[in-house]
């Protein structure tokens, strides 16, 4: 089983980055695939989650308006567009597979099976 986001690099505010993460070792369309990003210093932060099957998407607070998630199973890739990136946006973001459905009371707090590598996403002038 493996996850990898890649995407991210060195943006201004206000640009935008779309980060994607490609999956391989298991059937994608039966996993929910949640991004989460990590800042020096700061525990981790889930940041947007998609579920199977109706592939309803949920969003942090600090992130929705701006980051759109959305998956493609044919490419087993999930996406994560970023726009109006904010300084604050600077993290490693990681992606991760749950098995099943995420619900929008719950999905940050659930249990993802697999974790991949992150991705630096730095927001700077």
């Known amino acids: 089983v493996q996850l990898q986001a890649s995407g991210g690099g060195l943006v201004q505010p206000g640009g935008s980055l779309r980060l994607s993460c490609t999956t391989s070792g298991f059937i994608l369309d039966f996993y929910a695939i949640g991004w989460f990003r990590q800042a020096p210093g700061k525990e981790r932060e889930a940041v947007s989650s998609i579920s199977t099957s109706d592939g309803s998407a949920y969003y942090a607070d600090s992130v929705k308006g701006r980051f759109t998630i959305s998956r493609d199973n044919a490419k087993r890739t999930v996406y994560l567009q970023m726009n109006g990136l904010k300084p604050e946006d600077t993290a490693v973001y990681s992606c991760?597979?749950?098995?099943?459905?995420?619900?929008?009371?719950?999905?940050?707090?659930?249990?993802?099976?697999?974790w991949g590598q992150g991705t630096q996403v730095t927001v700077s002038s």
């Open positions: 991760a597979a749950k098995w099943g459905r995420v619900y929008e009371e719950s999905w940050p707090r659930v249990y993802y099976d697999y």
